[in-house]
């Protein structure tokens, strides 16, 4: 049972333009949710995150919208550079009983060509 | 401020073996999270950990991985009698202390990637 979902495994955008990765999530007990970005043989890198009292946060050239009647978030870059490219990982937080853990989908490849 | 650190990058075992993954957390967080990374697939959540203690391990198989984080030294992440099923990637996170109206953000180390031949 698939907690959070990237249905795109992958994506091509042109340099400049906008990137746009969605994400599913279906437990309504989330509470905090977070986009890293990881490059081949590397950690996930933090990127950007958003309470689930908010509906946006931005940061520079990345923004992040959740939809929580939707359960849908999704992560615009705008805009999009090489250096974009990247595995992006979309990750719930469950906090109960003083414990944290992070659900993760399994990651949108992201190719931004030149 | 080094970021968290994960050593080795890289483990080789033949099936049967043991291995011990090492993390040591960023200075300042004293939570430890270990999380594995199976080929095509999303980070699972194994353990959670804090000083000494064990949180949470319900993401842990339950016969042959163990984890500790003790009061002195580095987080262990221990697979006994390997299996070809275990080669993935684990990934070890940390955070500053959980407060209650904060939510405080994971940040990984580089992960080890373990091979069982």
Known sequence: DQQVKQNSPSLSVQEGRISILNCDYTNSMFDYFLWYKKYPAE???????????????????????????????????????PGDSAVYFCAASLTQGGSEKLVFGKGTKLTVNP | NAGVMQN???LVRRRGQEARLRCSPMKGHSHVYWYRQLPEEGLKFMVYLQK????????????????????????????????RGDSAAYFCASSPLLGRTTQE????????RLLVL
């Open chain 2, 52 to 83: 000494e203690n064990i949180i949470d391990e319900s993401g842990m198989p339950k016969e042959r991985f163990s984890a500790e984080f003790p009061k002195e030294g580095p987080s262990i992440l221990r697979i006994q009698q390997v299996v």
């Open chain 2, 105 to 112: 953000t994971q940040y990984f180390g580089p992960g080890t």
């Open chain 1, 43 to 81: 950690g996930p890198t933090f990127l950007i995150s958003i309470s689930s009292i908010k509906d946006k946060n931005e940061d520079g050239r990345f923004t992040v919208f959740l939809n929580k009647s939707a359960k849908h978030l999704s992560l615009h870059i705008v805009p999009s550079q």
């Open chain 2, 8 to 10: 080795p990058r890289h």
